[in-house]
């Protein structure tokens, strides 16, 4: 089946810095790559996501780069701010396996 | 619109009883996903129904099981509870079946303790 890791696993940025997080994934048939965010506390909330056609994706201060060579893909925020800090999970889907495999989760601390 | 609503918030219970979570989707949605969440383990798939169909099913023991409802609303049950089943359980649901990529709207969870 497939796996996903994910690093780091806790992460600590100052106010202003960029923060990447990386994953990995096993199934090289997977082509949906979403990333969720959640605030300590709260449910899981889809921040953005990315398909396999598609090398790099953006939304504001947030974009997900993907590399299907290295099966690989990768979060990247930047200009971080206090309200950024979050667990980040990065998931991968095989259309096939219909289900979502979650990577272990990110703790991302942002110091003001 | 209302969100994904799972009840109860929180359960503590005892090593051998049964347990039973709900999950009421967004209205309108007929796919509903079912996650246990563990400290450092993330988020683990356990199974998703649509239209009262199981669709697909995670490696978790048959103690763990579920069922989808006409209304979309949808029941996981555990039973012989052991103490490793103390997790966040997650639902999520989606407009049509996860086959299409789409979006997921997770609920707020159902934090189980085993005594």
């Known amino acids: 089946g497939e796996n996903v890791e994910q690093h780091p696993s806790t992460l600590s940025v100052q106010e202003g810095d960029s923060a990447v997080i990386k994953c990995t994934y096993s199934?090289?048939?997977?082509?949906?790559f979403p990333w969720y965010k959640q605030e300590l506390g709260k449910r899981p909330q889809l921040i953005i996501d990315?398909?396999?056609?598609?090398g790099e994706k953006k939304d504001q201060r947030i974009a997900v780069t993907l590399n299907k060579t290295a099966k690989h893909f990768s979060l990247h925020i930047t200009e971080t701010q206090p309200e950024d800090s979050a667990v980040y999970f990065c998931a991968a889907r095989n259309t096939g396996r219909r289900a979502l495999t979650f990577g272990s989760g990110t703790r991302l601390q942002v110091q003001p | 619109k209302a969100g994904v609503t799972q009840t109860p918030r929180y359960l503590i219970k005892t090593r051998g009883q049964q347990v039973t979570l709900s999950c009421s989707p967004i209205s309108g949605h007929r796919s509903v996903s079912w996650y246990q969440q563990t400290p450092g383990q993330g988020l683990q798939f356990l199974f998703e129904?649509?239209?009262?169909?199981?669709?697909n099913k995670g490696n978790f023991p048959g103690r763990f099981s579920g069922r989808q409802f006409s209304n979309s609303r949808s029941e996981m049950n555990v039973s012989t509870l052991e103490l490793g089943d103390s997790a966040l359980y997650l639902c999520?649901?989606?407009?049509?079946?996860?086959?299409?990529?789409?979006?997921?709207?997770f609920g707020s969870g159902t934090q189980l303790s085993v005594l």
């Open positions: 990315i398909r396999s056609n598609v």
């Open positions: 129904y649509f239209s009262e169909t199981q669709r």
């Open positions: 199934d090289s048939a997977s082509n949906y």
């Open positions: 999520a649901s989606s407009l049509r079946d996860s086959s299409t990529n789409e979006k997921l709207f």
